[in-house]
C-alpha cells in the first residue's frame, strides 16, 4: 500500500454544497478502486485562499488536502476525473506519493514514527 496526498484547488465561486459534491466524487471513486481516504483538511490553513496571479479568470479558489491510502497506480482514474472537470469547478489538483519517513511519521499505515537514532546522550 502507497500513501498519496491530493490536493484540489475547487474555483471560489463555488458553493459549500458543490465542493462537498465533488469531495464526495472523488472519494467514491478512490474507494471503489480499493483505497480509502485517511483524512480531509478543507480547513486553516487552506480553505478559501486568494491566489497570487489569475488562473482560469479566477483570483480565489477553496483548497482540500486529502491523504489516501491505495495501492500503486489506483489513482489513475481519479486523476482523470479531476482533468475531465469542468475548469470552473476544478481549478488545480496535484497527486503526490508521500516519503516512507513522512507516512511513518504521520501515522497513516499505523506504524510508529521510529525514534531519533543518537538524539540521547551516551
Known sequence: ????ELMIIFGGELEED?????LSKVTTNIESEGGRVVTVRD????GRRRFAYRINLKWEGVYVV???VTDAGNLDTTDRIL???DRSDVVRHKIMRLPDAEVA???LLGEVAPAEAGS???
Do not use: D, H, I
Open 18 to 22: 458543490a465542493v462537498a459534491a465533488s
Open 83 to 85: 482533468r475531465l472537470a
Open 1 to 4: 500500500m502507497q500513501v498519496y
Open 105 to 107: 511519521k504521520r501515522g
Open 66 to 68: 486529502l491523504e489516501v
Open 120 to 122: 540521547g546522550t551516551e
Open 43 to 46: 480547513s486553516a490553513p487552506w
